[in-house]
């Protein structure tokens, strides 16, 4: 499986007509220049993660303009694509920060609504809705499970996923400089723990005063940092081999000592 993650550098002063525009012409490129079978984009880009004031105006009902160029352009491509997420407006008019995945035939595969949403009672926290599903989808080579930014300092969440079955988590994001380490950190932390690979893709540039981090990361189910993006606007293609996540549990067996979250004998009182 080759991957492709686009590490997009949300310019504040382009309209989110333009980005978008821009970024589908992105996603074709890629395509025909590295040939990957799954193409990332990062989390909010049409808007910019903490661009909070920009939520409620340029929020879209899942079928919006971002879900049909989005569509579009796996289509063109013939990748999967994971489209990042975006501010979804539902019926009721609660919004939700919304994954995208569709499939090389421009068909939507899959959606996620973040669970997790940062800010401690303000922002995101407090203007977006939280998501209650987890979602995994499967593509020919791997069963891909989905989360969003923040959703990575919560390791229960990744260990669901992975019950679900399952082999590689991508996790879009727009996480800010000033935490860099922690990115890097989970990021590996979540492959070796559940052992599977991490494609996590991330935004560079400044979202609403707040410098982003970049460094777009992919790592496999030992820990391996297979590739590392810098600060700004880069693509980052890697190979993978799907195989490697069954060859290291069966060589590692950890997750089959699992105890607690599982349905075990209640201990024996004394």
Not at 142 to 149: D, E, N
Not at 206 to 218: D, L, M
Request: charged fraction near 25%; include cysteine; aromatic fraction near 8%.
């Amino acid at each position: 499986m080759r991957a492709s993650l686009i590490q997009i550098a949300v310019d504040e002063g382009e309209s989110v007509n333009s980005r978008r525009s821009r970024v589908s012409s992105l996603v074709r490129e890629v395509a025909e220049r590295e040939r990957p079978d799954l193409v990332v984009l990062p989390e909010l880009w049409t808007t910019g993660a903490f661009a909070y004031e920009l939520f409620a105006s340029e929020a879209e009902p899942l079928e919006g303009p971002t879900y049909e160029a989005m569509a579009k352009a796996a289509s063109d491509a013939g990748v999967w694509l994971h489209a990042g997420s975006v501010p979804e407006r539902v019926a009721s008019g609660d919004l939700y920060n919304t994954s995208l995945v569709f499939s090389p035939q421009g068909e939507l595969a899959a959606s996620y609504r973040k669970i997790h949403r940062f800010g401690f009672d303000k922002g995101e926290a407090v203007l977006m809705g939280a998501g209650s599903e987890l979602v995994t989808v499967r593509t020919p080579a791997a069963v891909i499970g989905l989360a969003t930014c923040y959703d990575l300092r919560f390791p229960e969440l990744f260990r669901g996923l992975v019950d679900a079955g399952a082999e590689m988590f991508v996790v879009p994001a727009g996480w800010p400089a000033r935490r860099r380490e922690h990115w890097t950190l989970f990021a590996r932390a979540r492959a070796v723990e559940d052992q599977v690979y991490v494609l996590a893709c991330g935004t560079g540039g400044t979202h609403a005063g707040v410098p982003q981090a970049g460094h777009s990361i992919v790592v496999d189910p030992w820990g391996e940092v297979l590739a590392e993006a810098g600060d700004g606007e880069e693509v980052l293609t890697v190979e993978l081999d799907p195989a490697k996540v069954a060859a290291t549990r069966e060589q590692f067996p950890a997750l089959k000592d699992r105890l607690l979250g599982l349905d075990v004998p209640e201990a024996p009182r004394r």
